[in-house]
């Protein structure tokens, strides 16, 4: 090669560094460094006041080093895995009521005329747009004591001969938060995977005899399924890592995971089961989407 | 068509409407209580601008504000700036570690960035919370998003326009300052928007990060709906609102493609 040749070739090497170093450093040192050092917390001591005992120290007295004693803390006692046994299940029945309701719309959207169709999308995502904590806090007002969704449905029991409720403060007030937050992340992912459907699939059923019921549960939700899992992740890992609103919408039994972390780093600082409870998060979603994908590749060919 | 056919066609617009209705009815119901002449979020009793007058006079609102755009400008600027980097790289080098390292962030729960960035900063930097760790915080999260607008825009763009450049002399400077920016201009924009956007909004990583001096908005309407909700909250949650639907709206015009079904 000649001089100029393998100038040339350096110059785009330099160029190729000046261009992707300043994004990997950065990612490095407030990724890659933080989380590496959240594994390590979790392998060591709490400190007296808070924070984390040192790892090297002279004094006997002190508890120092590496240690598995939060894992082992964690399994002890059944409550912290009933906690993450809890948190799965509203993630998975967040995803299912948000599939429910995204599915019409999605396929709708997808069926509509293309300059309706962009409509459509920008209308799911305006409210999406809107301050999280601010859609949280509508359902405050919508589900309080003097709403008239909360006055209709005591009425209702009334009439029944039930025990009034209170919708605020419940169960029910966090799952119905949690579907309203995240329900675009189903239906955004669910429109896209519908659009791609060839039409002549659904006229070739109809040829061969389908009814309505039968395109649908044979042909459009099959091949959807691929959009339904990738939507299916969208809300079920988020919905994992919350504690706003059990927080604000729950009761005092309406932990999730999120409320466990969060108060081992702000409230008992105890950062060392704070990092485990948060590697044992990190395992449970990897362990979720990986599953998910082999489902999805599975089936992708129905 | 057949009146089964029509039947079903009914029912897919009752159920979108009804999820629609769904979507917008909590907002709106916000909206409404802002001017609402009572302290309660229970009747409506009259039409009032009180709220709003109350929100001019609430010192800390505004400081938290100030502090909100501050930090949105900076971050947004930063992660635009790496992001828009770290979307050539992954186009032109094909980098897929830079592509993970890029995406994971936005792909966990928010609060495991959040938790992991607060014990690195106290443990290991030292650093007193407030404006500067909240702002590398958000930087953090931003660059994914930048990065994948700015990487789509190249991916749909033709590859010899770069070449044509480079063939008649241009330095790898000038084929990016005259050739690749204005191209992907539309795509920074959008992604400097949405990096805006995520950032005023953001309240999970920046309540980990914040300590105990500094407020933003989110923050202080977090406090506010934990101790003592006022119809004052409505009133800044609807300027909030009517906010972001801008932000979104001119975003859509910058750069549809954004939009379009993948966020």
Avoid at chain 1, 123 to 131: E, G, K
Avoid at chain 2, 193 to 217: E, H, N, P, R, Y
Wanted: glycine letters at 6%.
């Amino acid at each position: 090669m000649n001089r100029a040749g393998s100038n040339l070739l350096s110059r785009e090497r330099l160029v190729k560094w000046l261009v992707s170093g300043p994004p990997f450093a950065f990612l490095a040192l407030f990724f890659v460094v933080p989380f590496t050092i959240m594994v390590l917390a979790s392998f060591r001591y709490p400190g007296e006041f808070g924070g984390l005992a040192p790892i090297l120290s002279t004094d006997p007295q002190v508890l120092h080093g590496l240690t598995t004693e939060t894992y082992r803390f964690f399994v002890s006692d059944t409550i912290y895995a009933e906690i993450f046994l809890k948190s799965i299940v509203i993630a998975l029945l967040t995803s299912l009521i948000c599939l429910v309701m995204a599915h019409p719309l999605a396929l709708l959207m997808a069926r509509s005329p293309k300059k309706r169709r962009d409509l459509m999308v920008l209308l799911v995502i305006l409210p999406f747009a809107s301050n999280f904590l601010i859609r949280v806090y509508a359902w405050m007002i919508l589900l309080g004591p003097q709403a008239a969704l909360n006055k209709l449905v005591n009425s209702a029991l009334a009439l029944a001969g039930v025990a009034q409720v209170h919708l605020l403060f419940s169960p029910f007030a966090v799952l119905v938060a949690l579907v309203y937050v995240h329900l675009p992340f189903m239906i955004l992912p669910l429109y896209t995977n519908l659009e791609t459907h060839d039409p002549m699939l659904l006229d070739a059923a109809q040829d061969l005899g389908a009814n309505a019921w039968q395109r649908f549960w044979r042909v459009t939700f099959p091949l959807s399924l691929p959009g339904i899992f990738s939507g299916a992740v969208l809300v079920f890992i988020p919905v994992l890592g919350i504690f706003a609103i059990p927080e604000i919408l729950g009761g005092t039994g309406d932990m999730l995971v999120g409320n466990l972390i969060k108060d081992q780093f702000l409230a008992t600082r105890d950062w060392p089961f704070g990092s485990t409870l948060s590697i044992i998060l990190i395992i449970v979603v990897l362990l979720i989407t990986w599953l998910t994908s082999r489902l999805g590749v599975g089936r992708r060919y129905v | 068509m057949s009146s089964a056919a029509q039947r079903r066609g009914y029912a897919l617009w009752t159920a979108s409407l009804a999820v629609y209705a769904f979507l917008y009815l909590p907002l709106a119901v916000v909206i409404a209580y802002s001017f609402n002449d009572s302290r309660l979020n229970a009747e409506w009793v009259g039409f009032t601008w009180h709220w709003y007058r109350v929100l001019l006079h609430d010192d800390d609102m505004i400081a938290a504000a100030g502090n909100s755009l501050f930090i949105a400008l900076v971050s947004t600027f930063l992660s635009t700036v790496l992001g828009t980097m770290a979307g050539l790289a992954m186009h032109r080098y094909g980098m897929k570690v830079l592509g993970v390292l890029v995406l994971t962030p936005v792909a966990m729960p928010e609060i495991l960035l959040g938790v992991s960035l607060l014990l690195f900063f106290l443990q290991v930097l030292n650093l007193t919370l407030g404006l500067v760790s909240i702002i590398l915080a958000h930087i953090t999260f931003s660059i994914g998003f930048v990065a994948v607008v700015v990487r789509a825009r190249l991916a749909s763009m033709d590859e010899s326009m770069f070449e044509a450049a480079r063939d008649l002399g241009a330095t790898p400077w000038q084929t990016f300052r005259y050739v690749t920016f204005p191209l992907i201009l539309p795509a920074v924009v959008a992604g400097a928007l949405m990096a805006f956007t995520l950032s005023i909004d953001d309240f999970v990583i920046t309540f980990f990060t914040a300590g105990v001096g500094v407020q933003t908005l989110p923050l202080r309407i977090y406090s506010m709906i934990k101790i003592a909700v006022t119809p004052e909250v409505n009133a800044i949650s609807s300027l909030m609102i009517l906010l972001t639907m801008t932000m979104i709206l001119l975003a859509s015009r910058f750069a549809p493609d954004a939009l379009r079904g993948k966020l």
